[in-house]
């Protein structure tokens, strides 16, 4: 059996902070946008639709760098693992859906294997937790989403 971590203080303060820039009116724009695109399926289809030095593009950066941040947290021990799932609506894993088939060909234009590395590690933890504690909910979630992708994709 394992011993489990409880949270602190600290990481139930790092969670309230991370919700409140979540609500900034900026970052809450970029995830209203972010949210009503179907997932990338490639490259090509995030170039078209986010440009570099479009609007869309800084969106799409603001999110994910968002995400990304806040699983660099739970990544390197600052915040516990488990209060970050219990306490998060599951934004984090809907964005990881968007970008995962995209990520690897991200990385290699831009020569950072390192890109989005925090928020596919913390997804894959999600992912987990989620098959332990609401058993069909992720693959719910990869279903609904299916539908989003245009047939011509």
């Known amino acids: 059996m394992t011993t489990k ?6 990481d139930a303060d790092l969670i309230l902070k991370l919700y409140d820039l979540r609500r900034e009116e900026r970052l809450r724009a970029a995830r209203k946008w972010f949210a009503a695109l ?3 399926t ?3 289809q995030f170039l078209a639709d ?12 603001m999110v994910t760098s968002y995400w ?11 915040l516990n693992a488990e209060l970050f799932y219990r306490s998060n609506s599951g934004e984090l894993l809907y964005v ?3 970008v995962r ?13 390192l890109s989005y590395r925090s928020l596919e590690e913390v997804a894959k933890g999600f992912i987990e937790f989620y098959g332990k504690n609401a058993p069909g909910y992720y693959e719910n979630l990869v279903a609904t989403m299916k539908k989003q992708i245009p ?3």
């Open 96 to 98: 990881w859906e968007r």
């Open 42 to 44: 490639s490259r090509e």
């Open 101 to 113: 088939r995209i990520v690897p060909a991200l990385r290699e234009a831009n020569k950072n294997p």
């Open 5 to 10: 971590v409880p949270g602190t203080y600290d």
């Open 38 to 40: 179907p997932p990338f």
């Open 151 to 153: 047939a011509s994709k």
């Open 68 to 78: 990304d941040m806040a699983s660099a947290f739970v990544v390197n021990g600052i």
């Open 50 to 61: 986010c440009p570099p030095g479009t609007e869309e593009n800084a969106s799409f950066r």
